[in-house]
């Protein structure tokens, strides 16, 4: 979220397409539109439904199936600062005094925040997004300042790297070596981001 905006990973805006979300804040956000179910699990084919400029599509999948906009971070305030030298712990704490998010079911919300201590947390944090049937969680050093890229800083805790599942489908992603594959999740069709081309072979 940027200059009133909703801009992609490709850098296109892509604002028009979620009428249903209300962001009034001048501050630099970065997250992630979801559909949430009742049970706030996130899915990723129905937010892929949304990648239309129909305006009339728009309108009906904006009730049907309406977004949600889960904010991981602020990295400049309202007033034009630029916090992204700061910790995350202060970051997170600048966002929630200074970004007006919804409550449980709203279409602004933090992403829910959990301590750990050690890896012995991390694997109860994994077996429950398993028993969930999710893909697991991202870890992130809370000292650490914001870069936007992976590293070690901010990563993956999978559920995934442990199960088998059907492969129904692939396709290039058109950026570098990367490409996709579709999996099926217990009859659910799920898009898997695969990051290099030697991945193919496995």
Request: hydrophobic letters at 35%.
């Amino acid at each position: 979220w940027i200059d009133g905006r909703f801009i992609n990973r490709s850098g296109n805006d892509v604002t028009h397409r979620f009428p249903e979300i209300q962001v009034d804040t001048d501050a630099v956000l970065v997250g992630e539109l979801v559909v949430l179910d009742e049970n706030d699990m996130s899915y990723f084919s129905k937010i892929q439904n949304r990648s239309t400029d129909d305006p009339i599509k728009i309108r009906i999948l904006a009730r049907e199936i309406p977004a949600t906009f889960m904010v991981f971070a602020m990295i400049e305030t309202p007033n034009g600062e630029d916090i992204t030298s700061k910790p995350f712990r202060e970051r997170r704490a600048l966002m929630v005094r200074k970004v007006s998010f919804d409550g449980r079911g709203g279409r602004l919300r933090p992403v829910e925040q959990i301590p750990i201590n050690g890896n012995a947390d991390v694997q109860k944090l994994v077996n429950a997004c398993r028993k969930l049937e999710t893909e697991g969680v991202m870890l992130k050093n809370l000292d650490a300042p914001y870069v936007a890229r992976r590293g070690r800083n901010w990563v993956k805790a999978k559920t995934w790297q442990e199960r088998e599942f059907n492969i129904v489908g692939y396709e290039n992603t058109g950026v570098g070596d990367g490409f996709v594959i579709y999996i099926n999740n217990n009859g659910r069709e799920q898009r898997v981001n695969m990051g290099a081309f030697q991945m193919r072979e496995r």
